[in-house]
């Protein structure tokens, strides 16, 4: 069964300052990867995706991340934190099993800016 | 802007009362999802739909929960009876499928908070 797992319980870094998040996932076939971003309140948003080709993907709001198959991972970075970016980031892996696609999700982490 | 919707945003009910919570999908999407999110489980899958027809529901209680697409635009999820442990957010998330084996994202409503007293 696969499984995604994030490390990192809270982060906390300072605005201006760069940012990995750390993602790790486990499946035994090509995976499918995506990060979320959850505000206080709020819904899931699509940051960025990996479905195949360019290993390094580019999303929404600045942010990017590199699949590693080697690694099995696929971390979250953003060169310069906004006060903005506070908020809870999962990472899902999505497996097609019948037809569907599944997303496992990580157990998030927290973001927090300090200004 | 294409966004998901769910009603109401917020529910709170005592023990043993009926919930209901919809959902409208992205007009045009053919795959629907329900997940909770609580903070000792995390996002749980509950049930998902293509083209208004349950794929998969094994995440869900079946002996008070149901899930139904009464039409393309609307997605119901009932609790019946309600117990203090359905405290969670409820969200819908609805995805394209373009194709056989095609992966796809998923997009997410606000969620509804329910509060089962």
């Known amino acids: 069964a696969q499984s995604v797992t994030q490390p990192d319980i809270h982060i906390t870094v300072s605005e201006g300052a760069s940012l990995e998040l750390r993602c790790n996932y486990s499946?035994?076939?090509?995976?499918?990867l995506f990060w979320y971003v959850q505000s206080p309140g709020q819904g899931l948003q699509l940051l960025l995706k990996y479905f195949s080709g360019d290993t390094l993907v580019q999303g929404i709001k600045g942010f990017e991340a590199e699949f590693k198959r080697s690694q099995s991972s696929f971390n979250l970075r953003k060169p310069s934190v906004h006060w903005s970016d506070a908020a809870e980031y999962f990472c899902?892996?999505?497996?097609?099993?019948?037809?569907?696609?599944?997303?496992?999700f990580g157990t998030g982490t927290q973001l927090k800016v300090e200004l | 802007d294409a966004r998901v919707t769910q009603t109401p945003r917020h529910k709170v009910t005592e023990m043993g009362q009926e919930v209901t919570m919809r959902c409208q999908p992205i007009?045009?999407?053919?795959?629907v999802f329900w997940y909770r999110q609580t903070m000792m489980q995390g996002l749980e899958l509950l049930a998902y739909?293509?083209?208004?027809?349950?794929?998969?529901d094994s995440g869900m209680p079946k002996d008070r929960f149901s899930a139904e697409m009464p039409d393309a635009t609307l997605a119901t999820l009932k609790i019946q009876p309600s117990e203090p442990r359905d405290s969670a957010v409820y969200f819908c998330?609805?995805?394209?499928?373009?194709?056989?084996?095609?992966?796809?994202?998923?997009?997410f409503g606000p969620g509804t908070r329910l509060t089962v007293t």
């Open positions: 499946y035994g076939a090509t995976p499918y």
């Open positions: 739909f293509r083209n208004r027809a349950p794929l998969d």
């Open positions: 998330a609805s995805g394209l499928v373009r194709g056989p084996g095609n992966t796809y994202e998923q997009y």
């Open positions: 007009l045009g999407h053919n795959t």
């Open positions: 899902a892996v999505g497996t097609l099993t019948g037809g569907g696609n599944k997303l496992t």
